[in-house]
C-alpha cells in the first residue's frame, strides 16, 4: 500500500529525515513513535507531499509522489490526515466543513454530500452538531469532526499526527476509540502518538524513530516487552 | 460676530452635489481599490522575485508619496499623457483608486498572512487545488479580518478625496472654497464643509460598525 525507499528530507542546512524504508500493507495500523523533533511528523507530511521530498521515493497504491504525471491534489484526496491542532475550518458550520471538500474536490453534489456527512458525523457520535461552528466544540469534538472530514474523501490510507495530544485528557479516550473504530472496519493508518496503550492495543506495528532514521520496528508486543535497541529502551523507559 | 446663515443656504445645494461627488469618488476609488488590491495583493506574495518585485515597488511608491502629489502627477501628467485629455474627477478617481489598491493591498495581504498555515494544510491534505483552498478557506477567513482596517481606509480616502479641490474637482470642499472666495467669508463655508464630512465619516462608522456585527458568525 505504501512504500518509502530511501526518504530524505532537509530544511535548508537540517537534515530531519535521513533515510527511511517504510513498508506498509493494506489494512495495516502502523503507529509511529519517538523523542520530540525526531522527524515523525515530518514523515507523515512527505506521505502526502504537504512537504516537498527531498530525495527517495514514496509509493501509494502504485503511484510513486514525486512522479510529475501523478496528479497531487487526486492523491492526496486518497490520503486523509489528522491534525494535532484539528485544522477545521472556523468559517463553516460543522457539517459545511465535511462536505467542502466533497462538494469541491469530489464534485458531489450538495444532498448527497449532506446525507453522507450526516452518516459520518453519526459514526463519530456528533449528529447534533451538525449545524454547529468549531468554536463552540470540545477538543474531543473538533477531533471526532477532523477524522469524519477526513474520511468523506473515502481514503486508502489515513495519517493522524498526535491526534490527541492537544486534547485535555478526558477527551482523549473518545477520539482514539473512533480511531480504533476505523482501525477495526479494515482502514490502512498510520498514527504518530505518545499514547503507547493505543500502539499496545490496536497497532499492528510500532515503529520507533530518532534522529532521522527508524531505529527499531516491530509487533507492539515484542518492542514494549523486549526492545532491542538502546535508543528505543531509554525512550520506552521514560514513557511507559 | 455676526454668523451669516444665508450664505450657507444660498449655497446648501452646491454642498450637497459636492457631498454626492464626495461620496461617489470614494465609494469607487474603495471599490476598484478592492479589486485592484486583491491581485496586488497576490503578486507580493509571489514565490517569484521577478514578478513580487513591481508589485513592491508599486506599493512603496504609492504609500511613501504624498497623495497630492500623486494627483497633480496624474491631473497634469500621467493623464493627459496617456489619454490625451483628463478632467479633474477623472483624474481624482484615478488617483483615488491607485492610491488605495496600494494600502488595499496591504490589508489583504495583513489578512491572508494572519491566517495559521494549518487551515491551507489542512485543505491541501484534502485534495483541494490551489484555487479552492484560496477561494473557500483562505479568502473567506481573510476577507472578514480585514473589514475594519478596509472601514478605516474608507474613512481615510473619504476624507482625502477633498485634495480634489486642488485641481477643481467639484466635490465638497470645493464648494466651500467657491462660498469662500464669492463672501470673503471663511467661517461659514468652512465649518459647514467640515460639519458635512463629519457627518460622512460618523455615518460610514456606524455602518461600518453594524457591518462588523453582521459579519461576526461567532
Ligand atoms: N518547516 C520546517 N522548517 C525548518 N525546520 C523544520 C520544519 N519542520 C520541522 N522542522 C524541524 O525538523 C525536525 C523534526 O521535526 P518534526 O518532524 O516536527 O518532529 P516530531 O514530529 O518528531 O516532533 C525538528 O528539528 C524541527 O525543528
Ligand atoms: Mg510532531
Known amino acids: ?240 | 460676530m455676526d454668523f451669516r446663515f444665508d450664505i450657507i443656504a444660498e449655497y446648501m445645494p452646491f454642498f450637497l452635489e459636492g457631498m454626492l461627488l464626495t461620496i461617489v469618488m470614494s465609494v469607487v476609488g474603495v471599490l476598484v481599490g478592492c479589486v485592484l488590491g486583491f491581485f496586488i495583493a497576490l503578486g507580493k506574495m509571489s514565490k517569484h522575485a521577478i514578478i513580487r518585485i513591481p508589485f513592491v515597488w508599486y506599493i512603496n511608491f504609492l504609500r511613501g508619496t504624498p497623495l497630492l502629489v500623486q494627483l497633480f502627477l496624474f491631473h497634469y501628467a500621467v493623464l493627459p499623457t496617456v489619454l490625451g485629455d483628463t478632467t479633474a474627477v477623472t483624474s481624482v478617481l484615478v488617483t483615488l483608486s491607485l492610491n488605495s489598491s496600494a494600502y488595499v493591498a496591504e490589508i489583504f495581504r495583513a489578512g491572508l498572512q494572519s491566517i495559521d498555515k494549518g487551515q491551507a494544510e489542512a485543505a491541501h491534505s484534502l485534495g483541494m487545488n490551489k484555487f479552492q483552498v484560496m477561494r473557500y478557506v483562505l479568502l473567506p477567513q481573510a476577507f472578514k479580518r480585514s473589514i475594519p482596517p478596509l472601514g478605516n481606509e474608507f474613512i481615510v480616502l473619504l476624507k482625502d478625496s477633498s485634495l480634489g479641490a486642488m485641481i477643481a474637482a467639484p466635490e465638497l470642499l470645493y464648494w466651500g472654497r467657491a462660498a469662500a472666495g464669492q463672501y470673503y467669508r471663511v467661517w461659514e463655508p468652512y465649518l459647514t464643509v467640515a460639519v458635512a464630512y463629519l457627518i460622512l465619516t460618523l455615518s460610514l462608522t456606524y455602518l461600518l460598525n453594524y457591518l462588523e456585527r453582521r459579519f461576526d458568525v461567532k
Not at chain 1, 474523501?153 to 489515513?158: A, G, H, I, N
Not at chain 1, 490502512?188 to 497497532?203: D, L, P, S
Open chain 1, 1 to 240: 500500500m505504501i512504500s518509502v525507499k530511501h526518504l530524505k528530507k532537509t530544511f535548508g542546512e537540517l537534515e530531519v529525515l535521513k533515510d527511511i524504508n517504510v513498508e506498509i500493507k493494506q489494512k495495516e495500523v502502523v503507529v509511529v513513535i519517538g523523542p520530540s523533533g525526531s522527524g515523525k511528523s515530518t514523515f507523515l507530511r512527505c506521505l502526502n507531499l504537504i512537504e516537498s521530498i527531498t530525495e527517495g521515493t514514496v509509493e501509494i497504491d502504485g503511484k510513486v509522489l514525486t512522479d510529475k504525471k501523478v496528479d497531487i491534489n487526486k492523491l492526496r484526496a486518497e490520503v486523509g490526515m489528522v491534525f494535532q491542532q484539528f485544522n477545521l475550518f472556523p468559517h463553516k458550520t460543522v457539517l459545511q466543513n465535511i462536505t467542502l471538500p466533497m462538494i469541491t474536490v469530489r464534485k458531489w453534489n450538495k444532498k448527497d454530500a449532506e446525507k453522507k456527512a450526516m452518516e459520518l458525523l453519526a459514526k463519530v457520535g456528533l449528529e447534533d452538531k451538525a449545524g454547529a461552528y468549531p468554536d463552540s466544540l470540545s477538543g474531543g469534538q473538533k477531533q471526532r469532526v477532523a477524522i469524519a472530514r477526513a474520511l468523506g474523501m473515502e481514503p486508502k490510507v489515513m495519517l493522524f499526527d498526535e491526534p490527541t495530544s492537544a486534547l485535555d485528557p478526558e477527551m482523549v479516550g473518545e477520539v482514539l476509540e473512533v480511531m480504533k473504530q476505523l482501525a477495526e472496519e479494515g482502514m490502512t493508518m498510520v498514527v504518530v502518538t505518545h499514547e503507547m496503550g493505543f500502539a499496545r492495543e490496536v497497532g499492528d506495528r510500532v515503529i520507533f524513530m530518532d534522529q532521522g532514521y527508524v531505529v527499531e520496528e516491530n509487533d507492539p508486543k515484542s518492542i514494549f516487552q523486549n526492545p532491542q535497541h538502546e535508543r528505543t529502551q531509554a525512550f520506552l523507559s521514560k514513557v511507559l
